[in-house]
């Protein structure tokens, strides 16, 4: 049972480069989203997708772009990366609405853009 | 807008002792609360659950309590370790809605 799976890990990139960070989860969750982490700041929502086909977001959509293909996998856009999206990213999914069972959490992808 | 205040953001003792955590949210429509572990470069693990009709939660050593009409929560550890050393987050889901808000998390430091 692997649970919510991350690619990769750690990632440098350099400003301007795009990049994709993978999010996979074989539980049959309807309900995924990613977040970012920053000191200080806590973790805040980016993106979230409620089933296949639809997404909506979060308090810090800039920058960021998601699709939601199918009920496993939920993969976050970074477009044209910037300095201020040097963070650790966190995919999350969760069987119902509202956690009604609570959320499960990927490991993190460590993220850093010079 | 709903905010999570977790007190206090570090806190050390020595091997043994119990302690309390305490996390506090402005708006008490939540869904449910949820605490998280998160070890130092690794990811969030699920510790205990407490649906908003809920007043507490046990797991082993762990036990969660939820007052919605005052807003807190407590996280009680029983006989703490040095390996129960970590950061623990507090969270609450709000209805109608996918966001979980968190707060800033309490570093736990166990003294061997």
């Known amino acids: 049972n692997a649970g919510v799976t991350q690619t990769p890990k750690f990632q440098v990139l350099k400003t301007g480069q795009s990049m994709t960070l993978q999010c996979a989860q074989d539980?049959?969750?309807?309900?995924m989203s990613w977040y970012r982490q920053d000191p200080g700041m806590g973790l805040r929502l980016i993106h979230y997708?409620?089933?296949?086909?639809?997404?909506d977001q979060g308090e810090v959509p800039n920058g960021y772009n998601v699709s939601r293909s199918t009920t496993e996998d939920f993969p976050l856009r970074l477009l044209s990366a910037a300095p201020s999206q040097t963070s650790v990213y966190f995919c999350a999914s969760s069987y119902s609405t509202g956690g009604t069972y609570g959320y499960t959490f990927g490991s993190g992808t460590r993220l850093t853009v010079v | 807008k709903q905010e999570v205040t977790q007190i206090p953001a570090a806190l050390s003792v020595p091997e043994g002792e119990n302690l309390v955590l305490n996390c506090s949210f402005t708006?008490?429509?939540?869904?449910?609360l949820q605490w998280f572990r998160q070890d130092p470069g690794k990811g969030l693990t699920s510790l205990l659950l407490?649906?908003?009709?809920?007043r507490e939660q046990t797991s082993g050593r762990l036990n969660a309590s939820l007052d919605k009409s005052s807003g807190r929560s407590t996280l009680y550890i029983a006989a703490s370790q040095p390996g129960d050393s970590a950061t623990y987050l507090c969270?609450?889901?709000?209805?109608?809605?996918?966001?979980?808000?968190f707060g800033k998390g309490t570093k736990l430091t166990v003294n061997p």
């Open positions: 539980m049959n969750h309807e309900y």
């Open positions: 708006d008490s429509a939540i869904y449910n």
């Open positions: 407490i649906q908003s009709s809920q």
């Open positions: 997708s409620v089933g296949a086909g639809i997404t």
């Open positions: 969270a609450v889901s709000l209805p109608s809605s996918e966001k979980l808000v």
